[in-house]
């Protein structure tokens, strides 16, 4: 059964930095484009970065300049370091693996930026 599993979440202040991992089992990790993914209370779920099986990244236009996404295909896992942080940022973040029909979700991390 395919595993992915957040961590690195929680509370930081404004401006400051997070940074999140998703380590995943049970799947040719190489593969697959990793994402990851954000819902704010009251809102729909909208992506944030991805990175594909060949390094090619996109990013959420809010995000833009100030997160990062990178992966490590030795470890099976995908990164997001998230730094000058404000409170719209607060969000439980997913991650996702996609590939053709397959497509993976973890449970989430918390992220809450607040002072």
């Known amino acids: 059964q395919v595993q992915l599993v957040e961590s690195g979440g929680g509370l930081v202040q404004p401006g400051g930095s997070l940074r999140l991992s998703c380590a995943a089992s049970r799947i040719t990790f190489t593969i697959y484009t990793m994402g990851w993914y954000r819902q704010a209370p009251g809102k729909q779920r909208e992506l944030v970065a991805a990175i594909t099986s060949g390094g090619s990244t996109n990013y959420a236009d809010s995000v833009k300049g100030r997160f990062t996404i990178f992966r490590d295909n030795v470890k099976n896992t995908v990164y997001l370091q998230m730094n000058s942080l404000k409170p719209e940022d607060t969000a439980v973040y997913y991650c996702?693996?996609?590939?053709?029909?397959?497509?993976?979700w973890g449970k989430g991390t918390l992220v809450t930026v607040s002072s």
């Open positions: 996702n693996a996609r590939y053709s029909h397959l497509d993976y």
